[in-house]
């Protein structure tokens, strides 16, 4: 039975987050963790999606102003993708933001996940910028209460 939780920093359960944000999101790109860049996410809002003990999906709230939160790090298993379970990070993610109070949740979407924020009713804000090598939009949604 998978569930969504919240995820505390430096437990077992983070540990196996980076892995899998590791493999879905760096590693094809070429890229690591350093020990700062994961040192930052101590005061974020770590989001897991497991399957018992085993986490499939991941995202990061980072508050970026008073009224926006920004969406980071969200990845899903290979095995998932495409059946469902990003969405329901989403929505799980856009309930604790709404409950923390903010109105907006933003990202930096990769071009390919474009698509996929667009059917979960984010709209593209900007241009197409480059971010860790790719093309990325900048992509948000209101949050109505």
Same mark, same amino acid.
């Given at each position: 039975?998978?569930?969504?939780?919240?995820?505390?920093?430096?437990?077992?359960?983070?540990?196996?987050m980076i892995?899998?944000?590791?493999?879905?999101?760096r590693?094809?790109l070429?890229?690591?963790?350093?020990p700062e860049?994961?040192?930052?996410?101590i005061?974020?809002?770590?989001i897991?999606?497991?399957?018992g003990?085993?986490?499939l999906?991941?995202?990061?709230?980072?508050?970026? +102003? &008073?009224?926006?939160?920004?969406? #980071?790090q969200? *990845? /899903?298993?290979?095995? =998932?993708?495409?059946?469902?379970?990003?969405?329901k990070?989403?929505a799980?993610?856009?309930?604790?933001?709404?409950?923390?109070?903010? +109105? &907006?949740?933003?990202?930096?979407a #990769?071009?390919? *996940? /474009?698509?996929?924020? =667009?059917?979960?009713?984010?709209?593209?804000?900007?241009?197409?910028?480059?971010?860790?090598?790719i093309?990325?939009y900048?992509?948000?949604?209101?949050?109505?209460?």
């Amino acid at each position: 039975m998978s569930q969504l939780r919240i995820i505390e920093f430096g437990s077992c359960d983070y540990q196996a987050m980076i892995a899998l944000r590791d493999k879905i999101l760096r590693k094809p790109l070429g890229l690591t963790f350093s020990p700062e860049y994961l040192q930052q996410e101590i005061n974020d809002v770590l989001i897991g999606y497991f399957d018992g003990t085993t986490i499939l999906g991941c995202c990061i709230l980072s508050p970026s +102003t &008073e009224t926006t939160v920004q969406l #980071r790090q969200m *990845a /899903v298993d290979d095995s =998932l993708q495409g059946q469902g379970a990003g969405s329901k990070i989403l929505a799980f993610a856009e309930a604790q933001a709404r409950t923390a109070g903010f +109105t &907006e949740l933003m990202m930096h979407a #990769r071009k390919e *996940a /474009v698509p996929f924020y =667009l059917k979960n009713g984010y709209t593209v804000r900007g241009e197409e910028f480059v971010e860790v090598g790719i093309p990325h939009y900048e992509m948000y949604k209101v949050l109505s209460p």
